[in-house]
């Protein structure tokens, strides 16, 4: 599957007509200000205001927040705008000016898009003030991630195939014959991966027995093991992305891509994926270990786990 990036780093922004409503909610947004250090910036020591937890845009509600941030880009000279605030047109054009000049703190281009989310607001105030998720919630997730980094280079033999000794194990463990035909085995891997892990933690495996990427979001929809995470939701509360939650992405005409989140680290996901490639396309060669994927790419959204 494409990523549909340009390869710049997106904030993103909820979908119109998009609402925070289905599946159950996990987690709280961090309120700005949680943070009372300074961190280090490129641009030199900066207090450490934490990321309010969704995106801040034009007619944003916070007054502190957009104070917050209008104060920054005031001493990083991309403005002078007024400290009042109101997110308006002018301090968008202020937005688009600092993502346009300087990075994300990993150093990949920013989108200039006129929006604060987690990967501008890092950059602004340090990478500390993001939320990172790298611990796992619970044993369950935290052993399927540690099988699926034991997978990473798992390879189709021969390439192209679908097959291979492992990915006949992979299909064979939902039901599939893989000399029966060719099958798509990206959510084959995830399954197979907490397989694995509930096998070593003797209790059965919560994941759905399928290797269908949308079947898979569907039945996880009326599953009591299974918490879906919208996009919308995901957008607005990059902490309810939990490392060991499968990202659901739909390409349309019923194809897909899924793969297992291992960590949420600067605004970017740390991902292992069956059936990709290096950059991260739908039905690929191998299981690969990726950190190119953000939270507003997953068009459809997450499933996790851990409370199962």
């Not at 289905?22 to 709280?28: I, N, P, R, S, T």
């Not at 007619?59 to 997110?87: K, T, Y």
């Not at 006129?114 to 052993?143: I, K, M, N």
């Not at 069956?274 to 790419?297: E, L």
């Amino acid at each position: 599957m494409t990523t549909g990036a340009t390869g710049l780093a997106q904030d993103g922004e909820l979908e119109e007509g998009e609402e925070l409503q289905e599946g159950e909610e996990l987690g709280a947004q961090t309120k700005p200000g949680a943070l009372a250090s300074r961190e280090s910036t490129a641009f030199g020591p900066v207090e450490a205001v934490a990321f309010p937890g969704q995106i801040v845009k034009v007619g944003s509600p916070d007054a502190e927040v957009v104070r917050h941030i209008q104060r920054r880009l005031n001493a990083l000279g991309c403005g002078p705008i007024p400290e009042d605030g109101v997110f308006d047109k002018q301090m968008q054009s202020a937005v688009k000016l600092f993502q346009a000049r300087f990075p994300d703190v990993t150093g990949a281009p920013l989108e200039a898009d006129g929006r604060v989310g987690s990967l501008t607001w890092g950059a602004l105030f340090g990478a500390a003030t993001v939320p990172s998720q790298a611990t796992a919630p619970s044993p369950l997730a935290e052993a399927a991630i540690a099988f699926a980094l034991t997978q990473v280079g798992v390879m189709e033999d021969p390439l192209g195939s679908n097959r291979g000794p492992e990915v006949d194990r992979y299909l064979k463990a939902v039901g599939l014959n893989p000399a029966a035909g060719s099958f798509a085995w990206c959510v084959a891997f995830t399954h197979f991966c907490y397989q694995a892990a509930a096998e070593q933690l003797g209790r059965a495996n919560p994941h759905i027995r399928t290797a269908g990427v949308l079947d898979h979001w569907n039945k996880a929809g009326s599953s009591a093991n299974a918490v879906r995470v919208t996009k919308a939701k995901a957008i607005a509360d990059p902490g309810l992305v939990q490392p060991g939650s499968l990202f659901i992405i739909d390409l349309g005409q019923g194809l897909g891509h899924s793969g297992m989140v291992i960590e949420v680290a600067d605004g970017r996901l740390v991902t292992v994926e069956g059936n990709t490639n290096d950059n991260g396309s739908r039905n690929g060669i191998g299981v690969f270990k990726r950190n190119a994927r953000k939270i507003a790419q997953i068009n459809k959204g997450f499933i996790d786990y851990s409370r199962a």
